[in-house]
């Protein structure tokens, strides 16, 4: 069994690529953000050009990154799942910021597949090392390609914890869906069959309620 959690508004209390551009970027980040939700541009070029908008020197950005708010429920959710399940986080937001946040939360270590952050003189870059050329949702980090590699040869459920549009893909094929915000809106209206959560809280109460750890269980109680 895989948990893919999703980071930003999931395991982060908040979306922390916005509350970074809207700290420290050009306010015409937005409208960028704007371009790719009415789907005129690609994720990738979203994150591209509001990421190279950043502007504020690498001391400045590594005491925002500490500063970020995790879900202190994802701990007992942790431990109780580690025991039968393999848990990644998959996010289309920066490796680095992550990272920072899980160990000034003292998260325990983890799998992280996340788009890389590059400090540059006066503010940040990325690239895309889990970049997927047929990622039918032009994000940086293609989900379900990470989801297909972690289950590998093991094969087992796939169970998805996530909150908004990088997550839409992997809902179509993950065997459980736990969504929140904008995912619950997206899983209504394609008929997905989710469970709708707030916190790790909810998650772990739902998963300590199955019988055995089966995703058919899940999607019954959904």
């Not at 930003?8 to 690529?17: F, I, S």
């Not at 502007?55 to 701990?75: P, Y």
Request: hydrophobic fraction near 45%; glycine fraction near 6%.
């Amino acid at each position: 069994m895989l948990f893919v959690i999703d980071f930003d508004g999931t395991l982060a209390r908040h979306d922390t690529v916005d509350e970074l551009l809207g700290k420290f970027a050009d306010p015409a980040w937005a409208d960028v953000e704007q371009d790719w939700q009415d789907g005129r541009i690609t994720a990738v070029e979203c994150m591209q050009r509001q990421i190279r908008m950043v502007k504020a020197d690498q001391v400045t950005l590594e005491n925002f990154f500490r500063a970020i708010e995790v879900d202190e429920s994802f701990l007992p959710f942790h431990r109780h799942v580690s025991k039968f399940a393999r848990v990644a986080i998959v996010s289309d937001g920066l490796d680095h910021a992550i990272h920072v946040a899980s160990r000034h939360a003292g998260l325990p270590d983890m799998p992280i597949y996340a788009n890389r952050l590059h400090f540059v003189h006066g503010g940040i870059d990325i690239s895309h090392p889990h970049l997927n050329a047929q990622c039918k949702a032009g994000n940086g980090v293609c989900k379900c390609a990470v989801a297909n590699e972690l289950s590998g040869a093991r094969g087992g459920p796939v169970i998805l914890v996530g909150d908004g549009k990088s997550d839409a893909c992997l809902a179509h094929s993950a065997d459980v869906v736990f969504a929140k915000d904008s995912l619950i809106r997206y899983c209504e209206e394609q008929n997905i069959a989710h469970i709708p959560f707030d916190t790790f809280e909810d998650v772990l109460a739902t998963v300590m309620a199955w019988s055995t750890h089966l995703p058919q269980q899940a999607v019954s109680i959904a």
